[in-house]
């Protein structure tokens, strides 16, 4: 049989400690010396102090105080350590985030805010800028007679039609400018620019050759102000050259300011490298200088493989064939008749043998009509030949080389004078 389970120690109140036995004192635990000041026994006014009484002897109870020092906590559930032994949670880092949080809030106020006034600052400088701008040339302009072409605040002005009548010949293509008009917009011109005004340019274009001209009016056209300032078309109707064997009309738009001297104007036309032709904008401007210029010699022959050549005119241009001449250049256009009396054919390209020569130089033509084969007893055969000369060019000389594939070909020329050919100024 088990013994009996001994009944539990009575409980005890929190705080309590029992009493030890004298063999069970700490070494220093005799009778200790009276603190100073303290009452001892046989003296006046001493008082004894309360009796103790032992406690029961018994088993003696554990401690639950665990707040004392010294005093172990009760055991905790599995492997869960003590409160004291788990990490604790830095404080100073949940600080410090906020700090920097705080930190960079202030700087992107701070860059908003300077951003913000820059580009407030800015704006404001460059409308001053502009007023102080458009107020200069203003006074500029009425103080100097120099021309604005654009304006912060354009008005509208009135179209004005301002006759012109005028024509020449660029690129073997007939142009006259009918007139031109001067006003804020035109319905038909739906490209949108901030100038005053548009001054548009009306003009008859009439190919009569069956040449094809290459140009663009972008390229070659340009409005000469008075303070001789060149402007570009902003818009046209036709871009290019009219088809060979037709006419028609065509427009072409350029920004100008709103006061311009229309009388004072010139509509150029031609490329860099091309001779430069100008049109005055008045009413029925002088355009002589620009006109082909003909001259029709007398016995201007000559006898080359058995057949008769005679000049019968010569024509100075600025263009031929569809093609403007170069700059510092014109085009000489020699006619000729020719007659074969003898009783053979005669083969030949005029290429081989038919030269232009201008002082020490000579020239081959750049392009020609002259036949190809002469039967036998034919007369009155035309056709021309065209030659590239230097601008102002008074006399020159046809040469036909000596030819081995031709009977007597020995070399024959002919002196020609062309005193109508006038430098431009």
């Known amino acids: 049989m088990s013994p009996s389970p001994s009944p539990a120690p009575p409980s005890q109140p929190p705080g309590w400690s029992p009493a030890l036995p004298p063999n069970q004192q700490p070494p220093n635990s005799g009778p200790q010396q009276a603190a100073f000041g303290q009452q001892q026994p046989g003296q006046p006014g001493y008082t004894p102090p309360p009796s103790f009484t032992p406690a029961p002897a018994g088993p003696i109870p554990p401690a639950r105080s665990y707040g004392q020092q010294g005093a172990m906590p009760p055991p905790r559930p599995g492997n869960v350590p003590p409160p004291y032994a788990r990490p604790q949670r830095d404080a100073s880092r949940g600080v410090i985030t906020g700090i920097s949080c705080g930190v960079l809030l202030i700087i992107a106020l701070i860059v908003v805010v300077c951003g913000t006034l820059s580009v407030g600052g800015y704006l404001l400088l460059r409308n001053l800028a502009s007023t102080d701008t458009t107020s200069s040339s203003s006074h500029s302009s009425s103080g100097s007679g120099s021309t604005t072409l654009h304006s912060s605040t354009p008005t509208s002005i009135p179209t004005r039609t301002f006759p012109v009548n005028g024509t020449l010949t660029y690129s073997s293509i007939t142009i006259t400018v009918v007139n031109v ?135 100075v241009s600025w263009s031929a064939k569809g093609k403007q001449a170069e700059k510092g250049k014109r085009f000489l256009t020699v006619s000729f008749r020719i007659d074969n009396p003898s009783d053979q054919d005669a083969g030949f390209n005029a290429d081989d043998f038919l030269r232009l020569q201008v002082g020490s130089d000579r020239f081959p033509p750049t392009a020609h009509t002259i036949p190809v084969i002469m039967k036998a007893g034919t007369t009155n055969q035309t056709g021309d030949a065209i030659f590239t000369i230097p601008e102002g060019t008074a006399a020159c000389t046809v040469v036909m080389m000596h030819s081995d594939v031709l009977p007597n070909s020995q070399e024959a020329q002919i002196p020609l004078q062309l005193s109508s050919n006038k430098v431009s100024s």
Do not use: C
Not at 271 to 280: F, L, R, V
């Open 181 to 315: 008009q001067l006003a804020s917009s035109f319905p038909d011109d739906l490209n949108t620019n901030d100038s005053e005004a548009l001054l548009r340019v009306l003009l008859k274009e009439n190919n009569e050759t069956n040449d094809f001209a290459s140009y663009s009016y972008n390229e070659i056209a340009r409005l000469i102000l008075p303070d001789h300032t060149s402007v570009a078309p902003s818009s046209l109707q036709y871009g290019g050259s009219p088809q060979p064997s037709s006419t028609r009309t065509n427009w072409l738009d350029f920004p100008v300011p709103s006061n311009l001297d229309v009388n004072h104007t010139l509509l150029r036309l031609g490329a860099p490298t091309e001779a430069i032709m100008d049109i005055p904008l008045q009413n029925k401007p002088d355009l002589t200088k620009y006109n082909p210029s003909t001259t029709r010699p007398t016995n201007a022959q000559t006898t080359y493989a058995g057949m008769k050549w005679t000049v019968t005119a010569t024509t």
